[in-house]
């Protein structure tokens, strides 16, 4: 069991930046992935980025070059540093994690923190 607490959203201008923190309740280091999604009102929960147990990243072609995903395993957090945001980036965001244990696939979701890109 994980248990995953965003913080970080909020309100920015288009062209700001936020960063985004996921704490996890439990050390990361054997999380297999954890990863951001984002859900806009009236649009399906998409993947925003991921990052494995090992480092390697991954992108939404939509953020790519404006969006950083980074963990740090001693304080169990991973967070989502994310640059030159715009309207369309509104969206309530969620951390994820995604265990394997025995074969077992278990996947874990935070409550969501709301990034509102506005003027």
């Known amino acids: 069991q994980v248990q995953l607490v965003e913080s970080g959203g909020g309100l920015v201008q288009p062209g700001g930046s936020l960063r985004l923190s996921c704490a996890a309740s439990?050390?990361?280091?054997?999380?297999?992935?954890m990863a951001w999604y984002r859900q806009a009102p009236g649009k399906q929960r998409e993947l925003v980025a991921t990052?494995?147990?090992?480092?390697?990243?991954n992108y939404a072609d939509s953020v790519k070059g404006r969006f950083t995903i980074s963990r740090d395993n001693a304080k169990n957090t991973v967070s989502l540093q994310m640059n030159s945001l715009k309207s369309e980036d509104t969206a309530v965001y969620f951390c994820?994690?995604?265990?394997?244990?025995?074969?077992?696939?278990?996947?874990?979701w935070g409550q969501g923190t709301q990034v509102t890109v506005s003027s």
């Open positions: 990052i494995t147990s090992g480092g390697t990243t």
């Open positions: 439990r050390s990361i280091f054997s999380i297999n992935a």
């Open positions: 994820n994690a995604i265990t394997v244990v025995s074969g077992a696939v278990g996947a874990y």
